[in-house]
Structures are given as structure tokens and as C-alpha cells.
């Protein structure tokens, strides 16, 4: 019996999935216990029509995360920071800096997804990863200057 699967099951597999098991197992604890619905026709309709969905919202995020990668490389992240005599800060520059920085040019970029190569405790150029989707992320060169 083909049934879809309504929440994650560790050995059959995740929600939204479309699933054969026994007539028994599907009947006698499935259905029950609210786990999965039959693939009849009126659910089948429903199951392509979320997956159509998500399929596009998915293909929509994409291109958004690229327009974001597009204009993320166009912009170069100055911070002005408090330095020694040779060039040693007060302090460092964390990802948290930088995503400020990025607010304030109009990019709603969240911290954690800014990785930093190295550890920024210097004046100088470096450069900084920026996660915008799976498998999508963009570089930006980071150049911090005595204030």
C-alpha cells in the first residue's frame, strides 16, 4: 500500500514522502496513530500540489540568494577600528562587526552566517565567506582601518 508519510519516520522516511509498506503496518499503526495518510486520488492531488509549492519556493530562494551574491561581491566592508602603533587592535573583528556593517548598506545578513578565514586582530585587507543558501555563498573582502 502507497501512503504518505504526514510526519518524519526513522525507517521509512521523511514528511511529505511518498512510501509503500504492508497493508497491516499502514492500517494497524500508521493510520492510527496519524503518521501517515492513504495515496488515494484527492491526496495525491494535495501531495504534488505541496511539492510544487516547495519546489518553487526552494527555486525562489535560489534565485534570490544569487541577486544577494551578485550585489554582495560589488561591495567592499571598510571598518574602522582602534589600533597600536603597529597596527595591532584593541581588540578584534568578529563577523558580528561586519554584519553591521551590511545592515547598515541594506543587506539583512544574520552573523552566523559570516565566516571568517582568520581571527581579524590587525589592520589590513582579508576576506570573509558570507552562507546566503546551500551550496551558495559569497566572498567579500574586508579592509580594516585605523580610526
Known sequence: MK???LTDVKTLG???ELVEVSDGYARNYLFPKKIAIEANASNMNVY???KNAQEHKVERE???AMEMKEKLMDI??????KAGENGKLFGAVT?????AFLSKKGFKIDKKK???DETIKNLGTYEASVKLYANISARIKVMVEKE
Open 3 to 5: 501512503v504518505i508519510l
Open 14 to 16: 521523511r514528511e511529505g
Open 48 to 50: 504534488r500540489s505541496r
Open 62 to 64: 535560489m534565485q534570490h
Open 76 to 81: 567592499q566592508v571598510v571598518i574602522k577600528a
Open 95 to 99: 563577523n558580528n562587526d561586519i554584519a
Open 114 to 116: 559570516i565566516i571568517l
